[in-house]
């Protein structure tokens, strides 16, 4: 169910106005931490979730699904075949290799999916880094670098694979083979609660289905940020944070995106941001 | 742990009641996503919820609880094994076959579990649909049938297994061999949250150790319309919705039900509908 | 990563604020159930959460965290692998034997655990009774005994196993092989969500990496008291309070501990109670 059409989207707020028309389907084979919190934000989104992640169904799904992702938090042995059928069906999708590089069987799977061509890469610094073989790999899922130490490791991964490179941090990155998006906001509370990274992942697998992977990365990454400052808002802690989350994502509106600080140059333009 | 009695309750505020006084242990066999909501579900409506779903545990366990639910919505080859064993302990028991049809693992596993003959069957129209050998599946999760255009294939599925047939939608209908209920009201949010219907099957299973199946599944319908439209009233959007519907599933009285439109009809009887 | 110094904290305020510095790497193979309500507790807590749970990576993982976490809910096969794996690596660690006594494979697992000697022993009544042999089961999860009918069977397991056993009830009791405390408080409304036992026992794990097993059980209790306490006081039911609760524990700061009730005893000392 690939919506996209010869002209795609070219704003955040007509990629995901597309995708609330398009209510795209929506497969996740991630964590058993955020199951329940990653299908509640696609839900508020517009997308529609499901966690088909067993082997004999994941393949078969994901050739109706509109995006997939696959997120490595908990890889039981069933979750890594499924993620092998998952990502040749010919779909979008989205890799988030989660605690890559400290941890020996999600490592090697990671390596294993790259030469399916993941659409986009999404992880955070130390992730980045560890994929592009440069890093120490953190410490599990905490980043101990910060998302500029990761721009050369983003850019050599993106060239090196065809992916759109996202890296979340204060500032998110997202890099492609020529050009580099900066996405500036977002509370520090969706750091305190488990998660939050790993619907982002699933909010871009749900907007490869409408539009580029390098638009959906950037949409995606600036719902997040004004979602994020309006909950942080409103909440008195990391509880109601989350609960807040829900309702903001709910509640944007296309037109809502304009306001958030994204800048795009191409590689090697020294100093060129251009807004968009 | 059957606690039904030779006088079942006949009304769901006296169902409900007597689920409080049993509080029914409630076994569980459902899908990654919604294990935290469900439990929460049935511990705010009054029963004790225990995820008992590996081989070797699940049949001795179905043997002391009062009702059993058996959700196919991520069935990992452990789950079910585990379904294959509780499902013959002679306990009331629920199948919700989340997008049956659609996915072969668990189509398979649907048709082989009825041979156990469920006490009732919970699903949306496009999955009755399927399993009832008329439907093309849906798109996973999602029904894109409405609950009338599954009436019968309900009845058909109802009189060849001797379940109640449950076909959630805007008006969820209730089917059994003879009998039709319509059970009108609830808010659109359910829709937005995931495991707003797997929680609903897990009611039902509650449900089942104090009553008929076919007095469960309307009163588990009726709750779920009533604490769902006071949850919308109070709530900002989904994320606020769903915490909101647990905290009104638990200040629920019996006596609230009694404003619930119910409506059930012998089949057959054209235009004979009649208030309980 | 264990941060205990020669030197241990000695009041709960002292290993609160070292586990706030430490911000311990806590690793937990836990149920399918609690995994979200776990991860942010502990990162409300101020630890970082890891729910690290396959063979392969669990010993490997085990060997760089403060603290680990086996919680036998809903335990697969390849978590049993994994939790066999982390409980070698050294760490301190936390067994909450959820359900042990009423179901066969849990309750081999619990045995065979225990030759590895946890740090703690976290559970309600039924399940310490059944573990140290002398009890019923339970029904599943639910404690059907008061914790001091379990006392005697708490310092017979503590003898036996080195451990600290924690029983969770209405009070409190935290026992070693000559000491036993007694943490007053707490809400009801922490019984009527699912995961608050569960969630107690990642924070035992937590603070083991900072201070004596026999401390840390006693600081976690007593947050565990005063947080609920306070979610409830501005909670509607069970819904708003889990999430009022992380929110609490997040505000909570370590001289709010001091308000707790608190009694130690030397075991033998009759009626000598000490106010710590």
Redesign the interface.
Known sequence: ?VVRTSSSPSTPAESLEALRRAAP?TQCIT???????T??AL??LGA???????P??AG??AG?AGGVLVNL??????QRDAAREAVGAGTPWVLDPV?VG?????TALARDLLAARPSIIRGNASEILALAGAGSGG????ATDSPDDALEAARTLARATGATVAVSGEVDLIVDADRTARVTGGSVLLT????GGCALGAAMAALSAVTTPFDAAITASAVWAIASERAASV??????F??????????LEPTDLRSVDIRTERTGAEGAGTAR
Chains 1, 2, 3 share one sequence.
């Open positions: 169910m389907l964590n058993a931490v955020v199951t329940n919190f299908a509640n839900l508020a529609a979730p499901a966690m088909c992640d067993i004999g169904e078969l799904f109706i938090g908990t890889p039981t042995a069933e605690a400290a941890l020996p069987v999600r410490r599990g899922v905490d305190r609660v488990t998660g909440s008195r802690g990391p509880g109601s989350a609960v807040a989350f829900l309702d903001e994502l709910a509640a």
